[in-house]
């Protein structure tokens, strides 16, 4: 480890704006740096009180009962997250207040208060119920981006029903390997999905799912694009219907601090996806905290993030974060390009949207698509910006910082993972001085550090593992029915510490650079993928022999996938057609077993794979070919490449 070196190209510092740190909930950096040190010497005391900010039906007596790795917080206590979400507020003059400002990809635009969204919760809740879910049920969500997506995961919550949703853009094949892992009892979907003009065929996929989803009794279904679908009776619900039966009273089912909100499958290290687990208390928490303090949320404020609800940044900053602090939040289905690529900053102008969260691959299609697009359009509401998924290039970040923030707004870079619930490395915005491509400083309560591989701090300036020293609220509880996973993946390596994955260095200044992930999981235009997922996916297609899948750099999407692949013998064929539509037949194959979003974008053919004398793949060696052919983009700095490969060679 002592031969890597890293330099810090980046020596541009932008302190927050003063006109932003006068109104802001921390206004200094001494602030920040005396509310962290107490968070990290006194965390009981600290957390005890934030989470007094909750509305609890009975109180915690223990703050944290750690038995490494298992955390238990607020023991003791009962609370109901959608309560925390709803209730609170449409109990106050915020009744009326909208919750949710919906946009529909053809145009169309709904505003939930917060009176009405508790009402159609309650409504649901007591639909599931009559449906036969029980407290502690698995329900999957196979939805749009719709009101109904945010109504369902929050009427589960009510119910103690723990709800695992699925990304829309997932195949059918994905559905059924998640939904079998929940084992879920009941799946809500929808006819159909808007998207780019044209339609996703959600119900159709439900259908084909379900031939191998035993435990699945009931599918309820929103009607979104009115398309003909097949209903199958007994089994099959509009959603529609059973809601216009429905009693709008239910009250919020008082639950333990430590029952299981939901699980969320994300790609791992192996073939199968893992289901990270989240509590309710511990989760609400920090993503009610995370979301006061880095977005700045101010009760007139008009927030907009633009993740998926099938990503965690969905839960934690769609619905749960924003609604915890009573906050609206706008919610847009459609894709950012349609019908033309200034959707979004269409959509910030109409609804004078104040706080604007996206992924840094967004932000690199917006720079190439040229300023023209969002100079036409009237962005002055806007006060904050934010960067989530991955790391963001200085160039990315100073055109977001000129050409969207007006130079007028800070822009938090955050930091976090499926895994962490909620941001963990952030700005505050009225703060901490930011530098293009840092995730600059902790959050509170969290203890980050760059370690070798005996697990010793490496000094500033050097690359290393990334791991957080100490539980925190919002942490994963498990793998959902494999502790042992959970154990082995986050906790052996570095015993006693949380091992993110992730590579990083931290700077004299205490900054923190990530630098993008050292196992096999790979994060492709801000979509969490796992290279095992799509090598399995590969090797399940009658021709290929072998596949090894691994990442290049990409200018646009941060990491692209590269597959390399040995088919049987004369399975391609030698001229360039048959290659070519060998090709397109196994990228296709993937986006069945998978999704879209896991094709891979090169596929190379060869007739035996580089292996070690032990018969390993030698993916460093394939990394290296991989991202030969390419000049590296400035996604990533050629230093942090080469620290990435001595990383990942050590961990080979
Ligand atoms: C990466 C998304 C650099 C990182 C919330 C992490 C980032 C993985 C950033 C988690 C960031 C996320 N800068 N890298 N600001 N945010 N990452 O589970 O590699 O989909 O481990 O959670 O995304 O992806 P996940």
Redesign the pocket.
């Known amino acids: 480890m002592s031969e890597i070196h890293t330099f810090l190209k980046e020596a541009r510092l932008f302190p927050p704006p003063p006109e932003f740190s006068d109104k802001a909930h921390v206004r200094h950096l001494e602030e920040y740096r005396e509310m962290y040190a107490r968070s990290i010497s006194d965390p009981d005391g600290f957390w005890a009180e934030q989470a007094e900010t909750l509305t609890w039906q009975e109180k915690w007596h223990t703050v944290l009962e750690w038995k490494v790795p298992f955390a238990q917080w607020f023991v003791g206590g009962r609370l109901n997250l959608s309560e925390n979400c709803l209730d609170r507020h449409a109990s106050t003059w915020r009744k009326n207040k909208a919750a949710i400002i919906w946009e529909g990809e053809p145009g169309e635009i709904r505003v939930v208060t917060y009176g009405e969204l508790l009402r159609e919760v309650c409504k649901f809740a007591n639909v599931l119920k009559s449906l036969g879910v029980v407290k502690g049920d698995r329900v999957g969500i196979y939805l749009p981006m719709i009101p109904e997506a945010a109504v369902a995961m929050l009427a589960c919550a009510r119910i103690g029903a723990i709800h695992s949703v699925v990304f829309g853009g997932f195949s059918a094949e994905a559905v059924s390997d998640r939904m079998n892992d929940a084992e879920a009892k009941v799946i809500i979907t929808a006819d159909g999905a808007c998207r780019r003009g044209s339609i996703v065929h959600l119900k159709a996929n439900v259908d084909a799912a379900c031939h191998s989803i035993p435990s699945v009794e009931k599918v309820v279904v929103v009607r979104r694009t009115g398309e003909t679908i097949e209903m199958r009776g007994g089994r099959d619900v509009w959603y529609h219907e059973a809601m216009a039966q429905a009693s709008a009273t239910c009250p919020p089912e008082p639950l333990d601090s430590e029952h299981p909100l939901f699980i969320l499958y994300?790609s791992g290290t192996t073939g199968k996806p893992k289901g990270v687990q989240h509590s309710t208390a511990g989760y609400l928490l920090q993503a009610a905290m995370t979301s006061k303090y880095v977005f700045d949320l101010k009760e007139e404020d008009t927030y907009f993030c633009t993740a998926d609800i099938g990503?965690?940044?969905g839960h934690s900053y769609v619905v749960y974060g924003p609604l915890a602090n009573g906050a609206t939040t706008v919610m847009y289905e459609g894709a950012p390009n349609f019908p033309r690529p200034d959707r979004l900053w269409d959509i910030i102008e109409r609804h004078r949207v104040s706080v604007f969260y996206t992924a840094p691959t967004a932000i690199r299609s917006f720079v190439r698509q040229g300023d023209d697009w969002p100079n036409r359009h009237d962005m002055t509401s806007l006060r904050l910006l934010g960067?989530?998924?991955?790391?963001i290039n200085p160039e990315a970040w100073m055109w977001y910082h000129k050409v969207i923030g007006g130079e007028r707004c800070p822009i938090v870079?955050?930091?976090?993972?499926?895994e962490t619930g909620a941001i963990m490395i952030t700005p505050l915005p009225g703060a901490t001085p930011t530098k293009p491509g840092s995730?600059t400083l902790p959050f509170f309560g969290i203890l980050p550090e760059v370690v070798d591989k005996e697990g010793h701090k490496v000094p500033p300036g050097q690359g290393g593992f990334l791991v957080i020293r100490k539980p925190w609220p919002s942490m994963l509880r498990t793998v959902f029915r494999d502790p042992d996973r959970y154990v082995d993946q986050y906790w052996k390596r570095f015993p006693g510490s949380y091992f993110?994955?992730?590579g990083a260095r931290e700077d004299e200044d205490g900054y923190f650079w990530?630098m993008?992930?050292v196992d096999d999981v790979v994060?492709v235009a801000g979509h969490?993928l796992g290279t095992m997922e799509v090598e399995s996916a590969l090797v399940s297609h009658h021709r290929v022999a072998e596949a090894a899948v691994v990442a290049r750099p990409d200018e646009l999407k941060g990491q692209a996938l590269c597959a390399f692949v040995t088919l049987k013998a004369g399975a391609a064929g030698s001229d360039s057609f048959a290659i070519e539509a060998m090709k397109e037949e196994l990228k296709a194959h993937v986006a069945r077993e998978i999704g879209p979003i896991a094709k891979p974008d090169d596929i190379r053919f060869t007739d035996a794979l580089p292996k070690t004398r032990s018969g390993k793949i030698m993916r460093r060696l394939l990394r290296d070919i991989a991202a030969g052919s390419q000049t590296i983009g400035d996604t990533t700095t050629l230093e942090d490449f080469s620290v990435l490969a001595k990383l990942r060679e050590d961990e080979e």
């Open positions: 994300t990503w965690v940044t960067t989530v998924g991955e790391p870079d955050t930091w976090w993972q499926t995730g993110t994955g992730d990530i993008g992930r994060n969490r």
